[in-house]
């Protein structure tokens, strides 16, 4: 639904506050499938909060967005997806594991999307967002 | 365990109580008034989620699962109190409840997030903006009218078919549209005092509410329009939407075959219509469909 909903009304996101609502949407749908990808959201987002320089906001386009400093890590639609950029060396080497897809979105760049599906997917998940917020720190500590 | 019990049920309790004054003051400046505004249907949800998530505030983080969980049941809480209170019928409610579950849900998440901050200064411009615009859009004029076509093509003349436009006898075929078999009313058939301009005529529903109308266009073969006199005032979705014409117009094809084109046009009571009219359309789409594949039917007997 997702996908659709991106394909052939993708330009209402535009209109500010119907991404959230639409994420919020995925959210109820998502309680009412999987119930249990809610607590891996919360899981996820409670453990990257206690990096260090990390806090959360609302992605504009819908989802919970996860920043280092004042860059994004990466979002989390209500659905489980997991959209991060990376470099494009780092995508090609897990794109070669087969776990990532290109991005929905933005192809032949550095972002990567991935979907939650499970509990062992939540830890990916996590593994994934820890290698993006480490790309970030060491630019980081490079540039001071 | 007993301490978050104790806050959600006070969060609930002021929640829909807050709701209920807010509800009741706007009734009580607009008592002739049948209108449900936007506000109602997206400023108090979002209001009751900002304070069922302000009395957890305290508790140690309350999971998104638990929020969902929350809404589903403090909509419940509303449909409940709705139907006890406004009167309203279950079809209105089943229409209702996404749009409450989606804004108490997002008032919740909302208010997590906002006090966790705790950050008095935004609280309270949130609270103040959402009531800024609940007083607007309350006194604010609303006025929304609409008009569906759908058409059929009758293999039959079109002096056969127009025998059946004017009136047709009882419809027996089986309802297919999910709303009719839940238990929303369905026409059933449709008299008339005469074939002429003027003549009344009378739309008599699956529950016997009878639509009375009066025929205002009346040219044989090609047009036949009525409006709507007098209409029934049902808790299931005739309080919120008054028809108030409709028409039948037929084009000869030419090959023996008729396009029957029906036009209804209606005015709303419940905003907003963003929502309201996707379903407004859809039930005025199938009553048409009812009636015209019931005169295609009629029309095709041999």
Known sequence: MFLFVRKYFGFLKFIPGLAIVFDGLLKLGSFAAKPALLDWMDEIEAAVLKWPNTHATTHKYGGLQLNYIKTEIGHIHGNGLLDMLLSRKIKEQLMADGRIEDHHTFKNTGWISFYIHNKDDAGYALALLRLGYERLEGKNNNDL | ?302
């Open chain 2, 1 to 302: 365990m007993n301490k978050i019990f104790n806050q959600k049920l006070k969060g609930f309790a002021v929640a829909n109580a807050f709701a209920i004054v807010l509800i009741s003051i706007t009734a009580y400046f607009k008592p002739e008034s049948a209108l449900l505004v936007f506000s109602e249907f997206i400023i108090i949800p979002i209001l009751i989620g900002l304070i069922i998530a302000y009395f957890l505030r305290n508790l140690p983080a309350i999971s998104t699962r638990k929020l969902a969980g929350y809404s589903c049941y403090n909509t419940i809480i509303i449909i409940a109190l709705s139907a006890i209170f406004l009167h309203e019928g279950a079809i209105c409610l089943v229409i209702v409840s996404p749009l409450l579950i989606v804004f108490i849900f997002l008032g919740m998440l909302g208010g997590r997030s906002m006090f966790h901050r705790d950050n008095e200064i935004l609280n309270v411009s949130v609270f103040g903006l959402l009531m800024l615009v609940f007083i607007v859009d309350s006194l604010s004029k609303h006025n929304y009218t609409n008009m569906v076509a759908d058409e059929v093509v009758i293999n039959a003349p079109v002096s056969e078919v127009w025998k059946h436009v004017v009136a047709y006898k009882r419809i027996e075929a089986p309802n297919k549209y999910w709303l009719f078999q839940i238990g929303m009313p369905s026409p059933v058939e449709s008299t008339a005092e005469g074939y002429y301009l003027g003549a009344k005529r009378k739309c008599i529903f699956s529950n016997g509410y009878v639509f009375d109308e009066k025929i205002v266009t009346y040219d044989v073969n090609k047009n036949l329009t009525f409006d709507i006199t007098h209409q029934p005032r049902d808790p299931e979705i005739m309080g919120h939407i008054d028809i108030l014409r409709g028409q039948f117009l037929l084009h000869d094809n030419g090959d023996n075959t008729t396009t029957l084109t029906g036009n209804s046009w209606y005015k709303l009571y419940v905003f907003p219509t963003w929502y309201y009219d996707i379903w407004a359309k859809s039930i005025t789409r199938n009553v048409h469909l009812r009636v015209m594949e019931h005169i295609k039917q009629l029309s095709e007997e041999k």
